[in-house]
């Protein structure tokens, strides 16, 4: 016979969440297999993402994990992923993040004015990236052989993408 854990330090909440039991799909582990991504989410031209961990797909509350492809020489459209933060790390490829950066500097009048300047990162397998809230940015991939795989982790429950006609500056306030 196995004993129900007992209420302690480390389980407070268990086995009732604060406003009841908790749903089945919050008392277990979930495995998801390589061969069963879904493709049934938010798109962007010029890529393909994949969804591993969603709150539709395995019950998660606050966070969306998946897998997002880009062919050789291909460019995404201009995005952003709303109020998520996205965390990006780099599996096979040498995906670009472009984004638009301000070179307005306020301590330089010379600098007033200036217009924006495009940004570039360069990245390899084994590198991350993170992407605040709101930034528009695309990727690319300049290989025209190889294609880009990433693994991409966001502060939402599911996978927020705005799609943009062009990339512009976030400034401080705006969103």
Do not use: C
Not at 79 to 100: C, K, M, Q
């Amino acid at each position: 016979m196995t004993s129900q854990p007992s209420r302690d330090g480390f389980h407070p909440d268990l086995p009732d969440g604060p406003s009841g039991p908790l749903p089945e799909a919050r008392t277990r582990v979930h495995h998801v297999r390589a061969d069963d991504l879904d493709a049934d989410t938010a798109q962007t031209d010029g890529m393909r993402r994949f969804a591993a961990i969603s709150g539709a797909r395995v019950g998660s509350e606050r966070m969306w994990m998946g897998q997002t492809t880009v062919a050789p020489a291909t460019a995404s459209a201009d995005h952003h992923h709303g109020d998520s933060e996205t965390a990006i790390y780099i599996v096979s490829g040498h995906p670009e993040f472009v984004f638009l950066a301000d070179t307005a500097d306020t301590a330089d009048p010379a600098k007033s004015g200036a217009e924006p300047q495009e940004v570039r990162l360069r990245t390899g397998p084994g590198d991350y990236i993170f992407v605040p809230p709101f930034v528009p940015h695309r990727e690319e991939n300049p290989d025209p052989d190889e294609e880009a795989v990433v693994v991409i982790a966001r502060s939402t429950q599911e996978a927020v993408v705005v799609n943009l006609p062009g990339l512009y500056v976030l400034r401080s306030g705006q969103e």
